[in-house]
């Protein structure tokens, strides 16, 4: 995913730098949230799959991933680095968190 989302933004010449990638990945987490909180009517139903839910992590993935590109992360490094560290936590304390 991270190399489509590279040729994406090569493409495009949408280049830029981590820090303008940071708060675009804020950004659209915000918008995800929102539309979560839409969906749910506040948490007063349950959720239930949208397309504009589906779009707006769609948007997530990608500044994430864009984010990484810019940052010289391979992500599915990053991936399998912190999975390796939750597995740890786990055998040591029966959870993952830190």
Known sequence: MQKLVNDFIQKYNLQTDEHTRYIDLV????????????????GKKAYAQTDDA?????????SLLALCCSM??????????ALGKYERRFAENGNVGS
């Open 27 to 42: 950004s659209e987490v915000g918008e995800l949230g929102k539309e979560l909180i839409k969906s749910t009517d506040y």
């Open 72 to 81: 010289g992360i391979d992500a599915e490094e990053a991936l399998e680095m």
């Open 54 to 62: 589906n779009g707006e992590l769609g948007d997530c993935l990608f």
